[in-house]
Every structure is written in C-alpha cells, then in structure tokens.
C-alpha cells in the first residue's frame, strides 16, 4: 500500500470537506481503504454509509476519507476526524487496528469500530463477518464445478480473515472433490486492479479454472472473462455485472444493519464496548444470487448448506480437521471456538505451500 | 575614419521603476574595437541585450551597416551577423563542446562537419578545444573558448563581449587580446563590455561611458588616463584605498596539508594546501574561477570537514568542527555566491543578520532569538557599509547584487572576527563601494585579524593583500609577498595559459 | 528456481503486456523531465486517460479512438499543469501532487456510469512472418499494436533526443534555462510542448490499462502505476533504453512472482512480492553506475524571464 501513501497524504492536507460545527448532529465518520467506487469491500462499507445517512436523516451527518494507506497515514486521518468533532469512526480495514488503538487512547470522548480486528478498548468496539460462512459455500460450488480440479485462490494478506477464508473454501471443496489442489497467490494488496488481473491470469494460465478472490476490485472477474472457461465468485459486493458468467454467485457485506444500530447506541447513550461477529444468520453476510451457470442439484446443495449455517445447524469448521503439519486441531464433531478462529495463523491438512509472515 | 557598421539613435527602455536605457547614441565602425564602459546597473547589460534581440527598445532606432536593424529575437541578430560571447549563463554543462556551439548556431552542420569546423577555427585562432568534451569538466578560459568559437564560426560582423577577462589568466587574456586584433583586422567590429580600464586602454580604440542608463562620455581610451575614465563612469571622485604600514602578529590560520574532496559533481578537488596567516596580514589568493576556491572557503569555514590538524585556528585544531563551532570562536567567512549561499534570499536582512552574526553578537538567549537586538545589528551593518535599501525588513533578493554583497561583507566583519576569510569580495560593486569594501578589509587586519582574500581580480589582490599565492587545479602555488610581484609571475602561478602553449609554440 | 509449469511463451507474452502502461507513462514523463519540468501528476493524467479512453471506446466501439481521445484528454490537463507552472509559475510539486488529485476526482466523476461495462478488445496484430516463428512469434509478435507503439515510441524519443536538433534544444532547455533563453530559445513554450507530449503518453498508458490489461473501469485503478513511472524515470538516469529496461523488468518481475506463486514455488513469498521492486532498482542502479548520469540541471526549477 506504500506506492499510495504519498497521494493519500497529499489528500489529507487538503482536509476533510464539511467539517462545521454542528452539535446536536451526531458526527459519524469513516476511513476506508480504498476507493468507494472499487465494486467490493469499501464500496459496500460506503452503502453502510449512506444508509445510516438514509436512516437519520439530519440527525446525522457522516464524513469519509478514502484509499487511506494502512499506517501512519491513516492514524492521521483518524486524528483529524476526532479533531473534526466525529462522535463515532468506523475504520474498516485490518490494518487500521493498531492506529486505531492509538487514536482512540487519545480521544477517549469518541467511539472507534474497527472492523476485522481483534484489539479491543473501552471506546473501541470490533465488528467482523463470518465471512468464512459464505467461502463454504463458494468452496462448495468450486469443488462441484472446476473441470482441471485446479482452483486458484488470489489473497491479499496473511491475516488471520484471509487465511480462515482459504481454509474454509478448501475444506468444502476438498469434501465434494478429493482431488482438487488449491493455488494461492499472495497480491499484497486490498486494491490493485492491474496486479489482480495480473494474478488472476497467472493463475489461469497456470490451469486453474476457477478463481477466488480476496481482493477488493472486479479485475479478476475482467481477466476471467477475457479467458473464457473461467468461473469466478463476487467478493465483498455481489459483482452482479459479470453474471452469469464467470461470476456464478457472490459473498456480500451487508454493514447497514450494523452501522444503523452503533449509530443509535451513540445518540442513546447506550454505546458499549463490544465485540460483534456475525454471519450470514443475522444478515451480515449474504449470497449473492447463484446463476444459471451453476448446475440446478450443485445449486439446491449450496442453498441448504446456506440455510443449515444461517440456522446454526452446521459450522464450517467442523472436526474431525487436521492443520497442514498432520497435527489434530478437531475431533470428529468439535467446533472450531471464536478464539482459535480469530487468530487463525495456519493452512488446513492438504493445503500446499506456507503462509508468509 | 572607419566606415559606421552600428548605429545607435536615441535608444529608450524602462523597466518599472527604472529607466536602464535613456536616449542612448553611438557608433562602431567596421572593425573597430569599443569599449562600452560603466559601473554594475549603468545599463550596459540592457544595452547589448536590444542589440542581440533579447530585449525590444521603448523607442530608438538602430542601423546595421545602413539598414535598418530592430531584431526580435536572437535568432534574428544572429542571422545578422551580431554574435554575443556572454559572461555568464549561456553554457550547457551536461552538454558536449560541439552541441553548445550547435545551439548557438543557426543553421549547424552535420554533427561530424560541426566537429571539423570546430577544430579548424580553433586552430586559426590559436584556440584549442575538443568538441566532444563535455563543458561541465572544462575550466573557465576553455569554457569561454566555447562562446567564441561558437560566435566565430558564424562569420560575424559585430562581436559583443561581455567582461570577457574576468574569468582569465593574464596570459590567456593576451591570448585573447591576439585573437581579438586578429578579428578586428580582419573587419570583425567588436564591442567590448568591461569595467577594467586597464585593459580598454589596452584594446579598445574608442569608448562610450555610461552612467545611470545615459552616455556620460564618449572618448580615446589610450588618451585618457585610468583615474579619468573611473571618474567619468562613477560621476565623482573617490577615495583611494589607505594602507597602513603594519606588523604582523601570531599566527592566527594555519592550513597544513589540507586536501578535501569536492562534494559537487563537478568541483575541484583540494590538493595538499598549507599556508599560514598571521595576525595584521592579508593573504591574497588568486586563480582563475572554479579551480577549487569554492572548495577552499568551504574547508576553512567548515562546511566541508577535514582531519583536526589540516586547518588550525590560533593554534588549536578545528578541522573536524563545523561552520557554527568555527563561527563562535570568531573564524568567520562570506562565499562568493550572495544570493543561496551568504544570503537566504527570500528572508529579510535581519533573518539573514541573524543567521551568521547569532552567536558572536549575543543575538541569542537560551535558544530564543532576541529579534530587537538582530534589527539593530542588521542597521548597523546598512549604515557602516552604506547598504542602499529601505529598511532591515527588506528581503535580501529585493536587493541590488552590489548592495547585497555590501551587506554580506559588513555582517562579517563587523562581527570582530580574528579570522575572515573572503570570496570575492567586490564581485559586481561599482568603484566606489569597492574601495570601501577593500579599506573595510585592510582596516580590519590592521586591528589585529588574519584576512584571506580569494579573488579574480588581481588589481584587487595587489591594492589589498601583503602576500599572494594562486590555486590551480586544487593546489597552492608558493605564497609570496606582494611587493616586486611582476604580471608574468603571476601568471605562471595561476598555472599559466592552461594548454595554450602548445598551440602558440605552433601558430 | 523451479519453473517447471510456467510457461515461458505465456510469460513473456504477458510481461509486456503487464509492462506497457508503465512504460508509456514513463517515456512521457522522460520526455517533460528532460525539458526541465518535473511533473509528479502522472497519476492523475494516467487515470484520466483510463477513464476517457474507456468511455470513448465504449461509446464508439472504438479502442483506437479510446485511445486518442485518452491522449487528447491527459494532454489538456498537462497542459492546466502547464499553465499553471510555466506562466504562473506555481510550484511544480504542489501542482503536480494537485494535478493527481484532479486527476482522481474527475476520473472517479466521469466514470460513475462506466462502472462495470466492457469495453471493445483490442485486437491482437498477427504480424506476417515474424509472427509465424515458433516460439518467438507468439511471445514477441502476437500482440496489440499499442505494444509496438510503446517500443517505437522508446526509439522515437531516444532518437530524437540525440540525433536531432529539436531534442538538443529540448535537452538545453532542461539543462539552463537561463542559457537557453539568452541564446534566443523559447524555454516556456519548449517546455509546454514537452508537458503536452508528458500527458498525451500517460493518457495512453492509463487507457492500456483499462482498454486492454484489466480490461474494464474501476475507480482509482491505476493504483500506484504512475509514482512507478516517475520512479522508473529516475532509475534509469533520464535514458530511454534504460526507460524500456525498467519498465520491462518490473512488469516482467510482476508477472514472473505471481506465476511462480501460482505455480506453487518454495520460495518465500515476501522475497517475491517485493522482487519486482527490489531487482528493478538493483539493475538500473549498476547499469548506471558508471558515467555521468544526472538529473537535467534546471528539472523543477521556476524559469522567468529577467530583463
């Protein structure tokens, strides 16, 4: 992300538009990683946004700064929304934890969200998805439909959501085809059009025939349709463009909820320090639409692993597993607890290739 | 009486505030060698930038060789047959030899033909250069034979030389003189620009004197004497310099064995330099420029550091302390470029005052500066030294190069130092302010400080210094008194003609 | 190192594709920097090209036209950057820092509607012969002329600049103004020109990138690629084989460590994702080691005319 630092800083010395004075207005604000228009993660963050917008109308009035680099750059642009007279800040990437942190010990007035993180303080609440809920299902749908059992994976950073990302696609599309091999492809980056597009066709032309993706633009969905014979899945947004084909279906945030409900914590007084995680039960994480392309009994199959999850019937991570060096992590029937999953730093058994630091 | 190639009628410019040029006439024969005399900011400058098109007159005529003669750009002086050797600014360091004489060309040849005309001319002329060099790696003579050479090869018909000596050795400069004669007898008009009055006695045949943008006088230069001309281009009479007989105390700057790389991509290294200064002495040190006085100033006041016993200031040894260290202990120096290096240009004389006199003028308590105290010392400075400004706010860029240098050799030496150590001292001050500057020098090693004075000028050197030694290539000649020094000792010291003998023991 | 699956042809092909917005961008940018202007927009001027260039292809079909509209587009805003610099003498950084930010704003505008549309391909050239060569045919000559046009444009500048008096004007004027305009040379509108062309390449490169390397519109998806070009510029001390090498090198370490990840290697990740930086670096700077290697001498200095 550093390649960015030196605009997003140039950003910041233009200041954040629209920061007058206006008490009786709860202030909300956001820091986002990347633009609101990448079609993914931060476009989703910003419809949170806008539809806290929608639901208070003038009784709130919500700031933003976009492609903020995560460090020091976004540490300032925390600091000067506090100084601005933000009531509440959303910071909505990983890497935003430890300045989060910072920022929030030295305006212990405003509340602070960080999303995805595991570091906590009386004045920041962490929030994530279970999005891991929805990789099964994409794990699921892969492991039915690639005809090479070659099914690359483009990750952005070795975090601990990513990595639980990976595990839980591998996991499903192992259990519908044993022989499927997964290639993961580190980007570096949340949001780099050209890069992704380049991983993805590296990972095409190293014969895989379906890609996931955890980065945050739709550049991967461009190159696979360019490819042809290509199916991929919509990340963080539902990618709906690119359907039927190669998008067959989608993971998508749906923070507006979530958003809605701090907000009223704040003007109620009510706001406490907590920790949320949920998935595709409460609505945090949906399914985007699965197409046509996907056949009818692979798709009936998708949707009730979908509503067993959304029950609480079926978790993901559901022993017997074993971690990639052969050692047990579940028994057969045991649940993978909060913990453990939160901090997640290793592959499943069968998972080839390490995880860098 | 020679044919007229230029005339001059009434020529006419102002700037805001300034009329450079009023109503200014004279003529140049063919093959006339003139002399355009003035001080810094007569409007000599303005004067040959409408001949070369640079600049348009506000109203005035001009005839070249009975046409009428109103260039618009240089391109179209050029085509003329007006051909301009420039003082400064008109050289492309990362560029060879043979593209600088290009751009200056109008319709260049074949970069291999260029090359061979290039080589012929400058033998004709007893010349030498390389073309394919690169002129960032060419001394300043060799430099100025680019600008010649450039002019040369396109036949001109008038040639303008712009203090075309004060980059040379003597002996280059009668080089130079040859070659002027021989263009002048081959019907080349050359206009020659100059405040030496030496040297226009020497070559110039007539003289046109301005003053305050007006020609004051038009005269015979070898008729005239030199006090003459000054007075005719200062207006009045002014004081000589007054030196006291004096004796020389301690030691005060020692150098032993100083050598010091060069931290600019094209500078001179300093090579092996002792010498020592006593207290009541001046040392005059000559050189043509760019053979490492830049370096040598920076190595005395710090700025470049070098071992401890390499330069030792009343005998301890300082060369590993830098500027602000040697500064406090009364080591003082002022460079040669005002504007960025003795000045910051966009901050007022009072910030500038503060910035080298802090330390030894108590300008500075416990880390806060006292601002009142500062104005009052930058005042001081712009009454002693006669600085023509407004006021101390004033920046240090609004200020003429004469005035502004007047200001930085003040804030010096009324700072007391035991040490100082000049670069060019009177660079760009008319007559007048330069004597003062010289009589501030000598006044100041009378109260008992060791003076260094780096110049090129060498009329300089000998009215000021009591001993001369000259830097070439980095070294220090042998250092020897003033006194019984002939011209041509001088020259051998600044190293010569730099390899021009070869080509003379040919021609 | 094991590259056993890759593909050498597949690689080599997709280098060059992978290198060409970059390269495009930076022989600009040579260009502006050799005449003595330092633009450090070239972010904002790629992402206008990618934007207009995208919506003119949409609208007419037309890649090539996409692409001429993406140059005319970046030029006009070079030219704002021009203006301001050159005849308002505005600071070059500042503006060229401010240009990025326009660049980004207006393209994020612009581009709202074109979220997620295609754009008409641009065809692969099968050029006759070469093409048909195996092995070297379908890496080297198989490809979009945009491709070429960026490799003739490398011969195009270097020549110019040393054989012809146009770029030794262009080279004085970069080197002294003061000199330059003393000797009659027009330094401002040398320079505006050289601005001009700066823009008209980064509004090519930036289309590439949406036209042909992604293919499609997303906001900010130039994502870094012109502080690249500004770096490679300076890497390859102001040459233009140097430009290409660069260019070439980190586009080809790009695409080599994805694939070598894809492909599964045992070499530490870390190493590669930062390879494609480090080698570039590495090379040009021994390349450059040896012989005079400056920046232009006048490069984001204010020119003014004095009397």
Redesign the interface.
């Known amino acids: 992300m550093n390649r960015r630092t030196l605009l997003a800083s140039a950003a910041l010395a233009l200041g954040l538009a629209g920061t007058a004075i206006a008490q009786d207005k709860t202030k909300v604000g956001f820091i986002f990683v990347g633009p609101v228009g990448d079609g993914g993660w931060t476009y989703e963050h910003n419809q949170g946004r806008l539809a806290v917008e929608e639901h208070f109308g003038d009784a709130v009035e919500t700031v933003f700064q976009e492609s903020v680099p995560e460090g020091a750059d976004s540490e300032r642009a925390m600091t000067q929304m506090a100084l601005g007279g933000a009531d509440i800040i959303f910071t909505t990437s990983f890497g935003y934890m430890d300045p989060t942190i910072n920022v929030a010990s030295k305006f212990p007035n405003v509340k602070f969200e960080h999303a995805t993180g595991y570091k906590r303080a009386d004045n920041v609440s962490t929030y994530s998805a279970r999005f891991y809920e929805g990789r099964a299902i994409q794990g699921h749908i892969a492991g039915k439909m690639t005809k090479t059992n070659k099914i690359g994976y483009i990750a952005s950073f070795p975090i601990p959501e990513v990595i639980r990302g990976i595990n839980s696609a591998y996991l499903h599309a192992k259990k519908v085809n044993p022989d499927v091999e997964f290639s993961v492809v580190w980007a570096y980056t949340w949001f780099d059009p050209a890069k992704e597009a380049d991983a993805a066709n590296a990972l095409i032309e190293q014969g895989a025939d379906v890609i996931l993706q955890h980065t945050d633009s739709t550049a991967p969905q461009a190159a696979a349709e360019k490819a042809g014979n290509v199916i991929t899945f919509g990340q963080a947004s539902d990618m709906g463009e690119y359907a039927p084909l190669p998008r067959v279906s989608s993971i998508i945030d749906d923070w507006a909820p979530y958003y809605i409900a701090r907000v009223q914590a704040v003007k109620d007084g009510t706001w406490e320090s907590t920790d949320t995680w949920d998935g595709i039960g409460p609505g945090m994480v949906g399914i985007g639409e699965i197409s046509d392309a996907v056949p009818a009994e692979v798709k009936a199959e998708a949707l009730a692993m979908k509503d067993a999850i959304a029950s609480g019937e079926y978790h993901p991570f559901t022993g017997p597993i074993k971690k990639q060096d052969g050692s047990d992590w579940l028994a057969e029937g045991e649940t993978a607890d909060d913990g453990t999953l939160a901090g997640m730093d290793f592959y499943v058994e069968g998972l080839t290739g390490d995880i860098p630091n | 009486m020679r044919e007229t190639l230029l005339d001059i009628k009434g020529l006419t410019k102002a700037?805001p505030g300034v009329i450079?040029n009023s109503d200014v006439s004279f003529s140049v024969g063919k093959g006339e060698v003139h002399a355009l005399l003035g001080e810094n900011g007569a409007g000599k400058s303005?004067l040959v930038?409408m001949i070369y098109?640079?600049?348009k007159p506000d109203s005035g005529s001009m005839m070249l060789n009975g046409a009428a003669f109103a260039p618009p750009?240089?391109?179209a002086?050029?085509g003329s047959g007006v051909a301009m050797v420039?003082q400064?600014?008109?050289?492309?360091?990362?560029?060879t030899v043979a593209?600088n004489v290009?751009?200056?060309m109008e319709n260049?040849p074949k970069p291999r033909d260029l090359a061979q005309q290039i080589r012929d001319v400058s033998e004709t002329y007893g010349l030498p250069l390389d073309p394919d060099r690169?002129v960032?790696g060419l001394s300043a003579g060799e430099r100025q034979r680019v600008e010649i050479i450039r002019c040369l090869l396109q036949d001109p018909r008038l040639l303008i030389m712009d203090e075309p000596t004060s980059v040379l050795t003597p002996q280059e400069v009668e080089i130079l003189f040859q070659t002027l004669r021989k263009l002048s007898d081959e019907g080349t008009a050359i206009l020659y620009i100059s405040h030496k009055l030496e040297e226009i006695r020497t070559i110039c045949e007539s003289a046109t004197i301005l003053r305050r943008g007006q020609v004051v006088a038009t005269c015979t230069p070898r008729d005239t004497t030199a006090r003459a001309l000054a007075e005719m281009m200062v207006g009045a009479s002014f004081d000589a310099v007054q030196r006291a007989t004096k004796e020389f105390g301690e030691v005060r700057l020692k150098v032993d064995g100083l050598s010091a790389k060069s931290p600019g991509?094209f500078g001179t290294s300093l090579k092996d330099i002792s010498f020592e200064v006593r207290a009541g002495e001046v040392l005059g040190i000559g050189g043509v420029a760019g053979n490492g006085q830049d370096e040598f100033l920076a190595a005395i006041s710090g700025e470049i550091l070098t071992e401890a016993q390499m330069v030792s200031f009343d005998g301890a040894p300082v060369g590993t302390q830098g500027p602000e260290a040697r500064r406090k202990a009364g080591l003082l120096s002022a460079p040669e470029e005002r504007l960025g290096h003795a000045a910051a240009p966009d901050m007022s004389l009072t910030e500038n005052a503060m910035l080298t006199a802090a330390a030894r003028q108590g300008l500075m308590k416990k880390g806060f500066l006292n601002w009142p105290k500062a104005t009052g010392f930058a005042e001081q400075v712009i009454e002693a030294f006669d600085v023509r400004t407004p006021g101390a706010g004033t920046a240090a860029r609004a200020l003429s190069g004469g005035n502004l240098q007047k200001f930085v050799i003040g804030r010096e030496v009324l700072q007391r130092p035991q040490v100082l150590v000049v670069n060019q001292p009177t660079w760009g001050v008319d007559a007048a302010a330069a004597a003062a500057i010289r009589q501030a020098l000598l006044d100041l090693a009378a109260q008992g400080a060791a003076v260094v004075v780096i110049s090129q000028d060498l009329d300089e050197l000998m009215e000021v210094a009591d001993r001369f030694g000259a830097l070439n290539e980095g070294r220090l000649s042998d250092i020897r008194p003033v006194q019984g020094l002939t011209v041509d000792e001088i020259g051998l010291m600044m190293g010569g003609a730099h390899d021009m003998e070869m080509a003379h023991a040919t021609a | 190192m094991d590259f056993g699956t890759i593909n050498p042809i597949l690689l080599v092909a997709s280098l060059m594709v992978s290198a060409t917005p970059i390269l495009l961008a930076a022989i600009g940018e040579l260009v502006t920097e050799k005449s003595g202007v330092l633009n450090l927009g070239v972010e904002g001027m790629m992402i206008t090209g990618a934007v207009v260039g995208f919506a003119v292809a949409v609208n007419t079909g037309s890649p090539l036209l996409g692409f001429a509209a993406a140059a005319l587009a970046s030029a006009l805003l070079s030219l704002s950057f021009g203006f301001l610099t050159q005849y308002l003498l505005s600071n070059q950084v500042a503006t060229g820092l401010g240009l990025t930010l326009v660049g980004l704003g207006l393209s994020s505008l612009i581009g709202k509607p074109y979220e997620g549309m295609k754009a008409p391909s641009l065809a692969d050239l099968h050029i006759p012969v070469l093409g048909d060569i195996p092995v070297i045919g379908p890496m080297l000559f198989q490809h979009d002329i945009m491709v070429y046009v960026s490799i003739a444009m490398i011969a195009a500048v270097w020549a110019v600049l040393k054989f012809t008096?146009a770029g030794?004007?262009l080279?004085?004027v970069g080197?002294?103004h003061?000199?330059?305009?003393?000797?009659?040379?027009k330094v401002v509108h040398i320079r505006m020109m050289a601005i001009a062309f700066g823009g008209a390449c980064s509004g090519l490169g930036g289309a590439y990138l949406s036209l042909v390397r992604v293919p499609q519109w997303t906001e900010g998806m130039t994502a870094g690629a012109g502080w690249i070009a500004l770096a490679i510029v300076v890497f390859a001390s102001w040459k233009p084989w140097r430009v290409l090498i660069g260019a070439y090198l980190f586009g080809g370490v790009t695409v080599l460590q994805l694939n070598l990840q894809a492909a599964g290697t045992s070499l530490p990740v870390e190493y590669l994702s930062m390879s494609p930086y480090l080698i570039t670096i590495l090379v040009l700077v021994v390349i450059s080691a040896r012989g005079?290697h400056?920046a232009?001498?006048s490069l984001g200095r204010a020119f003014h005319a004095s009397?």
């Open positions: 700037y450079a303005t930038k098109g640079l600049v750009n240089p391109h002086a050029r420039f400064h600014f008109s050289l492309f360091e990362a560029l593209e290009a751009l200056g260049p690169t960032g991509e | 008096r030794l004007i080279r004085a080197e002294s003061d000199a330059a305009h003393a000797l009659g040379y005079y400056g232009p001498a009397h």
